[in-house]
């Protein structure tokens, strides 16, 4: 697998964000070649990942969540545009109030008894994916100097095998924190940050209910869309 053009990596260890000391390796690592098991399986994950919540916003019919409803949706491509069928698309995503349903999120906001904050789909032969879902808050990070980080959604995206995994995040445009986000911004090039950001639809594309996003994944190559 070679290596993304300069740029679109991020910077890591972030400054302020101490994760991402202890999760970041201090030595380069070593290329391992794929055995057989690598390369033979497990294929078909969605039949292990099964998909199908893709309605995070009222997961138990008559139990809405509470927060803004929102559509997103987009298509997974490889490196050359071609579409990507039968990826697996993961998104989780803090709730309204900007707090996680996680046992590691000791923030003060509130929980909402209707909403997990996570979803599994399968993206179709055009290499489509849809999510329901209702648009998250922003959160401070708990640390000395705090700062605050925008809404976004988080985004894992299986390929074939379970070697073949991008996880990323996607932000809101227009959001003021964008621009102070620190794991945003971390990605050094201005270009490769742009396709972290969803792009927003017009109310007659989704209708009077919900605002409209979409967001368009990209695996590999230059137009890649960043790990984070």
Not at 174 to 199: C, F, H, Q, V, Y
Request: hydrophobic share 40%; glycine share 10%; charged share 20%.
């Amino acid at each position: 697998m070679t290596a993304l053009p300069e740029g679109i990596e991020p910077e890591v260890p972030v400054p302020g964000y101490p994760n991402t000391w202890t999760h970041t390796p201090a030595q380069p690592l070593l290329p391992r070649p794929a055995g057989r098991t690598e390369m033979a399986g497990p294929v078909r994950l969605h039949r292990k990942l099964v998909p199908g919540a893709v309605n995070l916003a009222e997961a138990t019919p008559g139990r809405p969540a509470i927060g803004q409803l929102m559509q997103i949706g987009g298509r997974i491509l490889d490196e050359a545009g071609r579409p990507v069928a039968g990826a697996v698309v993961e998104l989780w995503q803090a709730n309204a109030a900007g707090r996680y349903a996680h046992a590691n999120d000791g923030s003060a906001a509130p929980l909402d008894p209707n909403f997990t904050g996570h979803g599994r789909a399968l993206t179709d032969e055009d290499g489509r994916y849809a999510f329901t879902t209702i648009k998250p808050g922003a959160y401070a990070v708990p640390v000395q100097e705090t700062w605050w980080r925008p809404p976004h959604l988080h985004f894992s995206v299986h390929g074939p095998s379970c070697l073949s995994r991008l996880v990323t995040q996607m932000y809101f445009p227009g959001e003021p924190l964008n621009a102070l986000d620190r794991i945003l911004n971390a990605i050094p090039d201005g270009a490769a940050r742009s396709r972290m950001i969803a792009r927003f639809l017009p109310p007659p594309s989704v209708g009077d209910f919900f605002l409209g996003f979409t967001h368009d994944i990209v695996l590999r190559g230059r137009h890649a869309t960043p790990e984070a």
